[in-house]
């Protein structure tokens, strides 16, 4: 069993910065992929980034590719999402998410955990 807490959400200016967390707990944690969706207002749930357990590998969605980065600190429990170069088309809510390879959360887009997500709102 994995519990997932994001925080980090806000309002930022196009261009600006923002760095979600993603605090997990449970013993499963550190042998999780783990990975970022985003649901924007009207629009389906989409899949963001994902890093592996050992942290040696990630793979992005083309849209946030060269401005996101996703990372771990296992002696955290923490999973991060750097976003840089914001966008208004950035403006959604930002899921956590863990499960046992990476492909369940980049190629099937479903994790068996979800955290209960952060806002994040860009402004133009």
């Known amino acids: 069993q994995v519990q997932l807490v994001e925080s980090g959400g806000g309002v930022v200016q196009a261009g600006s910065s923002l760095r979600l967390s993603c605090a997990a707990s449970g013993r499963t944690f550190s042998s999780s992929s783990m990975g970022w969706f985003r649901q924007a207002p009207g629009k389906e749930r989409e899949f963001v980034a994902v890093i592996n357990w050992t942290g040696t590998t990630t793979f992005y969605a083309d849209s946030v590719k060269g401005r996101f980065t996703i990372s771990r600190d296992h002696a955290k429990n923490t999973v991060y999402l750097q976003m840089n170069s914001l966008r208004f088309e950035d403006t959604a809510v930002y899921y956590c998410?863990?499960?046992?390879?990476?492909?369940?959360?980049?190629?099937?887009?479903?994790?068996?955990?979800w955290g209960q997500g952060t806002k994040v709102t860009v402004s133009s």
């Open positions: 998410a863990a499960a046992s390879s990476t492909r369940d959360i980049a190629v099937v887009g479903r994790p068996d955990y």
